[in-house]
């Protein structure tokens, strides 16, 4: 009878695929993040590369390369972990609207480990504002500190309520504006007759170049949220 299980179980080896157990137990080859399944090309300038990510509930990203210093901006809530190669493996969890900042080159991959997708943009900065005057706080801010702020970038939430506007002030750097929510608005430029008004969805993205004096009005129903991220 020993006889015949032992048949039965080499029967059952011989039935799996080629490579089935190679394959789980070989770590993963790490690829562009532009041949990642997960990252969409957003928008790319000489200054930075904007990646749409989106990781379902339950999936998990190839491992890929960062190559360049990056900015995070949350549009979704999840949970993630993270393996990054050389750091041991973390879970985190992952709020909207947040700004992180990766440094430098790494390897890593996430898998969301929560209940919803998860959703952001990835800017890679891929070098300095050259050119650019010297950093300073704007006239008449919108927020009166940055959400963020290091060497290379910083960073201002922008809410605004139904009917509510900004005093009118100056963005000195170029940057990148990222709709958190949906909303109409009405810009008016220093030097313009008239305001420009825009109506955004959700992850909507825009370049600015170079300095800009204006003021923002929430012309919908609903509040509005924006994320400037500012190149140094």
């Given at each position: 009878?020993?006889?015949?299980?032992?048949?039965?179980?080499?029967?059952?080896?011989?039935?799996?695929?080629?490579?089935?157990?190679s394959?789980?137990?070989?770590?993963?080859?790490?690829?562009?993040?532009?041949?990642?399944?997960?990252?969409?090309?957003?928008?790319?300038?000489e200054?930075?590369?904007?990646?749409?990510?989106?990781?379902?509930?339950?999936?998990t990203?190839?491992?890929?390369?960062?190559?360049?210093?990056?900015?995070?901006?949350?549009?979704?809530?999840?949970?993630?972990?993270?393996?990054?190669?050389?750091?041991a493996?973390?879970?985190?969890?992952?709020?909207?609207g947040?700004?992180?900042?990766?440094?430098?080159?790494?390897?890593?991959?996430?898998?969301?480990?929560?209940?919803?997708?998860?959703?952001?943009?990835?800017?890679?900065?891929?070098?300095?504002?050259?050119?650019?005057?010297?950093?300073?706080?704007?006239?008449?801010?919108?927020?009166?500190?940055?959400?963020?702020?290091?060497?290379?970038?910083?960073?201002?939430?922008?809410?605004?309520?139904?009917?509510?506007?900004?005093?009118?002030?100056t963005?000195?750097?170029?940057?990148?504006a990222?709709?958190?929510?949906?909303?109409?608005?009405?810009?008016?430029?220093?030097?313009k007759?008239?305001?420009?008004?825009?109506?955004?969805?959700?992850?909507?993205?825009?370049?600015?170049?170079?300095?800009?004096?204006?003021?923002?009005?929430?012309?919908?129903?609903?509040?509005?949220?924006?994320?400037?991220?500012?190149?140094?």
């Open positions: 009878m020993k006889y015949l299980y032992l048949l039965i179980l080499l029967l059952a080896l011989a039935l799996v695929p080629t490579g089935t157990w394959q789980s137990n070989s770590p993963q080859s790490p690829v562009e993040i532009k041949g990642e399944a997960h990252h969409y090309p957003k928008f790319e300038n200054f930075v590369r904007v990646w749409d990510v989106t990781v379902p509930a339950g999936d990203t190839l491992r890929h390369i960062h190559r360049n210093d990056n900015v995070v901006v949350v549009l979704g809530e999840a949970r993630l972990r993270i393996e990054t190669l050389g750091a493996p973390g879970e985190s969890l992952w709020k909207f947040e700004v992180r900042f990766g440094k430098a080159t790494y390897v890593h991959r996430a898998m969301n480990v929560g209940t919803t997708p998860f959703h952001n943009f990835t800017i890679e900065l891929l070098k300095p504002n050259a050119g650019a005057p010297a950093p300073s706080i704007p006239k008449e801010p919108i927020v009166s500190t940055p959400v963020f702020e290091n060497e290379r970038v910083r960073a201002f939430e922008v809410t605004l309520e139904p009917g509510q506007s900004t005093s009118m002030h963005h000195v750097l170029s940057g990148l990222i709709a958190l929510t949906p909303g109409q608005i009405e810009v008016t430029t220093q030097g007759n008239s305001p420009d008004r825009l109506d955004l969805p959700l992850g909507d993205l825009r370049w600015r170049a170079g300095a800009v004096t204006h003021t923002i009005k929430n012309v919908g129903k609903s509040r509005f949220s924006a994320v400037d991220v500012e190149l140094k």
